[in-house]
């Protein structure tokens, strides 16, 4: 059992949104955007991932219509039972620091903390609206941090839990989405 993102352990902290304002305000959206894709000053920190996105009102034809079970063995629509469709979008993400519990106790080992990969945290734009049902596919980038071209797809997360953090005026901010990794 794994203690997933203890707050205080997290990588990614307020420095994400550094001070800018618009009338004294903090504008996390315009922020939000600009540590993605960089501007001027500043390099771009995102990575191109491709969303796969859950239709969860059209089901999959491998679903049997009078019975409506799903195929175990179907590829389309990875066993979910209804349809995917991609989107690329370029994302920031970072990994979990996972305590670690003693397996005869169930006690939290306070002072260990590792790096769980297979755990992260994925940040989108309030324009995404991701949910908990869709999937994350990681894709190359070069050393310098470009897209690979054509795709090579590498990895898939699975989203578990999406947070919308809000602005001031109670708009969404961004996307915190919750993964772990799939076995392929
Ligand atoms: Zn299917």
Redesign the pocket.
């Known amino acids: 059992m794994v203690n997933f993102y203890p707050s205080a352990t997290m990588t990614v902290n307020n420095s994400m949104f550094p001070q800018g304002s618009t009338q004294g305000e903090i504008v996390l959206r315009d922020e939000f955007h600009r540590f993605i894709f960089g501007d001027a000053d500043n390099p771009p920190r995102g990575n191109w991932i491709i969303l796969r996105r859950a239709n969860t009102t059209q089901l ?4 049997n219509p009078q019975t409506l079970e ?2 175990a063995g ?4 990875s ?3 209804y349809v995917f469709y991609d989107e690329i979008f370029k994302t920031y993400y970072s990994q979990a620091m996972v305590r670690q519990f003693d397996p005869r106790s169930q006690e939290v080992l306070a002072d260990i903390s590792i790096l769980n990969p297979d755990i992260r945290k994925y940040y989108f734009e309030y324009t995404v609206r991701p949910t908990d049902k869709d999937l994350i596919v990681m894709l190359r980038h070069d050393d310098e941090g470009n897209l690979v071209r054509p795709i090579i797809k590498e990895s898939i997360y699975d989203i578990t839990r999406v947070v919308d953090p809000r602005d001031i005026n109670g708009r969404i901010a961004y996307y915190e989405c919750h993964t772990e990794k799939e076995e392929i």
């Open positions: 999959c034809s491998c679903i799903k195929s179907c590829t389309k629509c066993k979910e039972g």
